[in-house]
């Protein structure tokens, strides 16, 4: 009797190893990628990052970013910004990189925030700007601007592709 319960425990023992697979063991983070319109919206949604997705005012999560469009004094759209539904100064131009490639290995390595103005409201973004956002939650969150594109035929709307993670 001894025997058979050994030879029952190896075998549960064994069918826990075979069920370590790679598929059990947790995957890689996946890139965190968002697109922000500059069209902006009369119900106040915007991207929070402790929610990790769109929000509107209504729900009682205030927003950490918005999508705009920086004008000159004629008007005329100068570029995407983002603004911040914060009353402090929120964003923090890190760096910036001519190509995606080098400001992926940047923001990749880029864990810790040690000092820097922040500011009302974003330059005009461009891809490849590493920026440090203060939340509204009291954290800092990591941006790096992928891709801008038209969201309209005129250009006068933009959409800011980006990828975004939580520094310590």
């Not at 100068?78 to 929120?90: A, M």
């Not at 103005?117 to 461009?126: A, D, P, V, W, Y």
Request: charged share 20%; with cysteine.
């Amino acid at each position: 009797m001894r025997h058979v319960k050994n030879i029952i425990l190896l075998l549960v023992i064994a069918a826990g190893f075979a069920s370590c697979t790679d598929e059990t063991i947790a995957p890689a983070k996946e890139k965190q990628m968002v697109t922000i319109s500059t069209r902006g919206d009369s119900t106040g949604k915007g991207f929070s990052f402790s929610q990790g997705k769109f929000v509107n005012f209504s729900s009682g999560v205030k927003p950490d970013i918005l999508g705009a469009s920086r004008t000159n004094d004629k008007g005329e759209i100068l570029g995407p910004i983002f603004l911040s539904t914060n009353t402090e100064d929120s964003f923090h131009l890190k760096q910036e990189f001519n190509t995606i490639e080098s400001a992926q290995v940047f923001f990749n390595s880029l864990q810790t925030h040690n000092g820097g103005e922040f500011q009302s409201i974003t330059n005009t973004l461009q891809p490849g700007q590493v920026w440090v956002i203060r939340t509204n939650d009291g954290k800092l969150a990591k941006v790096l601007i992928h891709q801008i594109v038209n969201a309209d035929t005129d250009g006068l709307y933009k959409n800011i592709t980006l990828e975004w993670g939580i520094l310590k």
